[in-house]
């Protein structure tokens, strides 16, 4: 399995990225309903997303996760990993929490891949 080594980032770095991104997902359509967080670390940019937990009502359900707002969990739905060279490469997590990485190529294109109809990212 391919694991990419990252980059380390600059504070200016880690800045201009998340910019970037944050405006790429204000601009898009099905990013800005789906992302709710961002984080940097260890280069590598993670995206983050809610889903309504359903059942809170039962007393005896029991959740693994703390919830938000007392309904919502937070789910990794991608991270892009910053390669030598300019590259960068945009991994999905398995139902097992490992990354997969499925694509590679410049940062506008690891978003721009996010945006297509592609089963990892519905």
């Known amino acids: 399995m391919y694991h990419p080594v990252p980059q380390k980032l600059k504070d200016t770095e880690k800045l201009l990225l998340k910019s970037k991104i944050m405006e790429f997902i204000q601009t ?11 984080e940097i670390r260890a280069g590598r940019i993670y995206l983050y997303y809610l889903v309504e937990q359903f059942g809170w009502e039962a007393p005896d359900a029991k959740f693994i ?3 938000i707002e007392g309904k919502y969990a937070e789910f990794p739905y991608a991270r892009i990993t910053v390669l030598k060279n300019g590259k960068f490469s945009l991994g999905w997590q398995r139902s097992n929490e490992k990354w997969m ?11 721009k891949y996010l945006t297509e109809d592609i089963d990892f990212f519905n």
Do not use: Q, V
């Open 65 to 67: 996760i703390p919830l």
């Open 28 to 38: 898009s359509e099905k990013l800005s309903k789906t992302i709710n967080r961002i």
């Open 101 to 111: 990485e499925i694509f590679e190529g410049t940062f506008m294109d690891c978003l």
